[in-house]
């Protein structure tokens, strides 16, 4: 038998602090605690008016994705959902501004929903600030 040399493995920096390179994102949760997880993060870090609102949106978001079955929507359904998640524990969120780029990937839809709940959000405020406002409701014909 010839000698034959054995190459050895040797730690590469390749993705770690001292290289420059992101940490790999946390493992994705399955629905179900991810769900959970939001409505626990919105009881401890939420205020009653925005718990409400938060917990409707996060109900109405998961029962309108339960069927979905393109892999590809899921993960990002639910990495948006986690990302979320841990911006509301770490209180990163408050005045914090959405990314372009992800509001040039919104439909139509998506952007009316962010309307409305920027609305509703401001109609809280000046209801909760100002005692002489009136909520505005539309004309009736």
């Given at each position: 038998?010839?000698?034959?040399?054995?190459?050895?493995?040797?730690p590469?920096?390749i993705?770690?602090?001292?290289?420059?390179?992101?940490?790999?994102?946390?493992?994705?949760?399955?629905?179900?605690?991810?769900?959970?997880?939001?409505?626990?993060?919105h009881?401890?870090?939420?205020?009653?008016?925005?718990r409400?609102?938060?917990?409707?949106?996060?109900?109405?978001?998961?029962?309108?994705?339960?069927?979905?079955?393109?892999?590809?929507?899921?993960?990002?359904?639910?990495?948006?959902?986690?990302?979320?998640?841990?911006?509301?524990?770490?209180?990163?969120?408050?005045?914090?501004?959405m990314?372009?780029?992800?509001?040039?990937?919104?439909?139509?839809?998506?952007?009316?929903?962010?309307?409305?709940?920027?609305?509703?959000?401001?109609e809280?405020?000046?209801?909760?600030?100002?005692?002489?406002?009136?909520?505005?409701?539309?004309?009736?014909?």
């Amino acid at each position: 038998m010839r000698a034959t040399r054995f190459l050895r493995a040797v730690p590469s920096s390749i993705g770690t602090q001292s290289s420059g390179l992101r940490l790999p994102p946390p493992a994705l949760l399955p629905p179900i605690p991810l769900y959970r997880r939001l409505l626990r993060s919105h009881r401890k870090h939420l205020t009653p008016e925005l718990r409400v609102l938060g917990d409707e949106y996060v109900k109405s978001e998961f029962r309108a994705h339960r069927d979905t079955e393109n892999p590809v929507h899921i993960v990002g359904f639910l990495s948006e959902w986690q990302r979320y998640a841990q911006m509301i524990e770490g209180d990163s969120w408050r005045g914090e501004k959405m990314d372009k780029t992800k509001v040039d990937k919104m439909s139509d839809e998506q952007i009316a929903q962010m309307y409305e709940l920027m609305q509703a959000i401001r109609e809280g405020e000046l209801a909760e600030n100002d005692p002489e406002y009136k909520p505005h409701t539309p004309p009736t014909d």
